[in-house]
């Protein structure tokens, strides 16, 4: 692609990008950058006698290849490599000079070949010698104010698909500047990429000064330019403009093109935009317009731009528009359309039609006619009872609502009965609310508008119906349905009333069962007799019903609340109680209410020392269940130390001393046929069973429990104490033991 260094690389593409735009080679070919991107292989840049002929060693800058290397109309070419800058910072900086040269500019978007004009305002590029050719350069203006950067001085100067380039706080006053000297100049494609329009006041982008035979093709331009996009300042001959499209911002307004009265030639295609006005070019000139049109209004089509001729569309128009005019009052005539129409004097037609009289005439004669049809859509008297025209069957405005069918009644009567039966009443809020608006010219009673619907008629919210639970005579206030009020505060705007569909909730342990309504009750309603045994009362609500039920399921008892994970076990309270207190004495589970664990750790002073361990602290009288489970093989000093369990005052009572050192991970301590095991039984030992890993006992006169280490000490390993527990006296509990002295 042209933006990629690699192609400038490539003869072949460079070849093929000389062909596409015509440029004969004759004579010897150059090559120039100062990218620092290029493949391997290849050289940067330098200005050095040996560099420039092949795109691999190029010169680093178009001034010392111009100076230096290039013959007068040899037909040298020189080839610009994209990402190259050349730096132009004084007066004459980059003067070409050598006739009969090419410039071929490569890359595209912002890493195309560039010549950047800064430092000094005067910096510029001079024209200096003919048939010099620019094929897509680009120009970057790098300070602001520039005075004429591209300076055409010779004859026959040609430039190909440009593009100049302003920046931000960055004006150029005037961008190409060609003198007298620039005769059969042609600029074949140049656009102005304005900046962000804050620098100094920009005033051409194109300025011609008498040359001959100049051609401008395609330039596009939109900006605010002081003097004109294009400026003739001295009379150019016999140029030719096509297909340019220019946007004058200036605000004055300023014409897109400045011309003198002298400047000849002709445009072709060419769309003009200014701010405002028709003035779209200088008004006096001797050029010659073809399909050219200006505006100076958005979104329309412009017009033309130049005279109109005689035999041009537009004066056809006018010939066609005199067809157009009033002819004489009560023409018989028929040959225009105007005398078909007829004039507003013409006298009213009568009787039937003629070949002579106009539309005018015949409207006349319909409306003369039609008046007395009117008659027929007169309002009638209020409440007439006449049933002959269609007016009096619809009514008048003051007719009476009527509520019921008869032969008499008219439209207008039945709308308002039907209106009276939907819209109950209507006002205007004194106060605005979202949920409590009122209107003190309320004077119905108390609970008057219960069960209605409030809909505000105007307003942010109008036409928003809420439901009224409650309305009080006193300052005429509306509560609305708690859940569902108004979205917003509906203003003191005007509202109506109107019958609603649903019902109220009733009084509170209300016995009535009218309704629905009474049937369900009310949140507050109080839960029938708590006994089992008591039957359904007639007179409750579906609340107290269900609340009843509840209590039966242990919701509303006096030691737990309704979080079932709180539920007291007792035998003879609720459902949940009862089931809770099954749960207390099933047998041994993870499940169970009443389950911890003790682990006692081997490599901790608090558990492994040869004394007694507390393994549980008991109050009152309890049963327990304790499995002995080795969750990680046990081994004391000398390999010789036991373990027994029991409680206060007899440590062993629940199994003897036990050698600790055969305790491997995954066994448990177990009683076998009554009598304490001697050594440890795993889960799978043939001579233990479930019942016999399970240690029940009752403990009584609140006796800790816990095991003694005799001998020797533990130094390694772990016994998880699994116990479970019911109490068996009102004071029963059990709590983890810390490992302290029994």
């Given at each position: 692609m042209p933006g990629d260094p690699n192609y400038f690389r490539d003869l072949d593409y460079v070849k093929s990008m000389l062909a596409a735009y015509n440029v004969a080679t004759t004579g010897r070919l150059f090559f120039v950058s100062n990218s620092t991107v290029f493949p391997a292989g290849a050289v940067l840049g330098a200005n050095d006698s040996s560099y420039g002929d092949h795109p691999w060693r190029p010169f680093s800058t178009?001034?010392?290849?111009?100076?230096?290397?290039?013959?007068?109309?040899?037909?040298?070419?020189?080839?610009?490599?994209?990402?190259?800058?050349?730096?132009?910072?004084?007066?004459?900086?980059?003067d070409l000079d050598i006739a009969g040269t090419t410039f071929v500019f490569l890359g595209s978007g912002t890493n195309q070949a560039a010549i950047r004009f800064g430092t000094a305002v005067g910096a510029d590029m001079d024209i200096d010698a003919a048939n010099i050719r620019l094929v897509r350069p680009r120009f970057i203006a790098n300070i602001d104010a520039l005075t004429g950067p591209i300076d055409v001085n010779s004859a026959y100067f040609r430039m190909d698909d440009a593009r100049w380039q302003d920046g931000t706080t960055i004006n150029t006053t005037d961008v190409l500047v060609a003198d007298a000297g620039a005769d059969n100049m042609f600029i074949n494609g140049f656009e102005f990429v304005d900046g962000d329009a804050a620098g100094t006041q920009k005033q051409s982008f194109i300025?011609?000064?008498?040359?001959?035979?100049?051609?401008?093709?395609?330039?596009?331009?939109?900006?605010?330019?002081?003097?004109?996009?294009?400026?003739?300042?001295?009379?150019?001959?016999?140029?030719?403009?096509?297909?340019?499209?220019?946007?004058?911002?200036?605000?004055?307004?300023?014409?897109?093109i400045l011309l003198q009265a002298t400047s000849t030639g002709s445009m072709h295609n060419c769309h003009l935009r200014v701010a405002s006005g028709t003035t779209y070019l200088t008004a006096n000139n001797d050029m010659q317009f073809f399909e050219c049109f200006g505006t100076g209004t958005d979104a329309t089509a412009g017009e033309k731009i130049g005279t109109i001729l005689a035999g041009d569309l537009e004066a056809k128009i006018d010939v066609i528009d005199e067809f157009m005019d009033v002819p004489a009052a009560n023409n018989v005539l028929n040959a225009q359309t105007n005398e078909v129409i007829g004039n507003k004097e013409d006298t009213t037609a009568t009787g039937a039609v003629t070949t002579t009289d106009t539309l005018v005439a015949y409207t006349k004669q319909l409306v003369t006619e039609l008046q007395v049809v009117d008659e027929f859509h007169d309002v009638p008297a209020a409440d007439n009872v006449l049933n002959a025209q269609i007016n009096e069957v619809i009514g008048n405005k003051t007719d009476a609502a009527q509520y019921d069918v008869a032969a008499t009644r008219t439209l207008v009567g039945y709308t308002k009965g039907l209106i009276d039966t939907h819209i109950m009443a209507s006002g205007t809020f004194t106060t605005s609310s979202a949920t409590v608006p009122a209107d003190t010219g309320r004077t119905e009673a108390n609970d008057y508008w219960n069960g209605c619907y409030l809909v505000p008629t105007a307003g942010a919210i109008a036409f928003e119906p809420r439901l009224i639970v409650d309305f009080a005579n006193a300052g005429g206030v509306f509560t609305l349905d708690t859940?569902?009020?108004?979205?917003?505060?509906?203003?003191?705007?005007?509202?109506?009333?109107?019958?609603?569909n649903v019902q109220i909730a009733p009084q509170v342990d209300s016995t009535a069962t009218q309704t629905p309504a009474h049937v369900i009750g009310r949140k507050t309603d109080a839960a029938i007799a708590d006994t089992i045994e008591g039957a359904v009362a007639t007179t409750q609500s579906l609340h107290a019903l269900a609340k009843s039920a509840l209590q039966r399921l242990g919701a509303d008892s006096t030691n737990n609340t309704a979080a079932t994970t709180l539920v007291a076990a007792n035998g003879n309270g609720s459902?949940?109680?009862?089931?809770?207190?099954?749960?207390?004495?099933?047998?041994?589970?993870?499940?169970?209410?009443?389950?911890f664990t003790v682990v006692a750790?081997?490599?901790?002073?608090?558990?492994?020392?040869?004394?007694?361990?507390?393994?549980?602290?008991?109050?009152?009288?309890?049963?327990?269940?304790?499995i002995a489970e080795v969750t990680a093989t046990v081994v004391t000093v000398g390999t010789n130390g036991t373990i027994a369990l029991?409680?206060?005052?007899?440590?062993?009572?629940?199994?003897?001393?036990?050698?600790?050192?055969?305790?491997?991970?995954?066994?448990?301590?177990?009683?076998?046929?009554?009598?304490?095991?001697?050594?440890?039984?795993?889960?799978?030992?043939?001579?233990?069973?479930?019942t016999h890993g399970i240690f029940d006992v009752v403990v009584v006169g609140g006796l800790d429990v816990g095991y003694t280490i005799a001998t020797n000490a533990g130094t390694t390993g772990n016994i998880t104490f699994h116990i479970w527990w019911q109490p068996l006296s009102s004071t029963g509990a059990v709590t983890a033991g810390a490992g302290g002295v029994l």
């Open positions: 178009i001034a010392y290849c111009n100076d230096n290397h290039l013959v007068a109309n040899r037909g040298d070419v020189v080839v610009v490599g994209p990402g190259h800058i050349e730096s132009v910072v004084a007066i004459a900086g980059l300025q011609i000064a008498g040359a001959t035979g100049v051609k401008l093709k395609d330039i596009k331009c939109t900006g605010d330019f002081g003097t004109g996009i294009i400026e003739n300042g001295t009379a150019w001959i016999d140029a030719e403009l096509r297909d340019c499209n220019l946007d004058n911002a200036s605000a004055s307004p300023t014409v897109a859940d569902i009020p108004f979205t917003a505060v509906p203003g003191t705007v005007a509202y109506a009333i109107i019958p609603g459902l949940l109680e009862r089931a809770e207190a099954l749960q207390v004495a099933a047998s041994p589970s993870n499940a169970h209410p009443n389950y750790d081997m490599t901790s002073a608090t558990w492994n020392t040869v004394a007694a361990h507390e393994i549980a602290t008991v109050t009152g009288v309890v049963r327990m269940q304790i029991g409680y206060e005052g007899n440590t062993s009572a629940i199994f003897s001393a036990t050698v600790l050192d055969a305790a491997l991970t995954g066994d448990v301590f177990s009683a076998v046929y009554g009598s304490a095991a001697t050594t440890p039984a795993s889960g799978a030992d043939a001579q233990s069973s479930l």
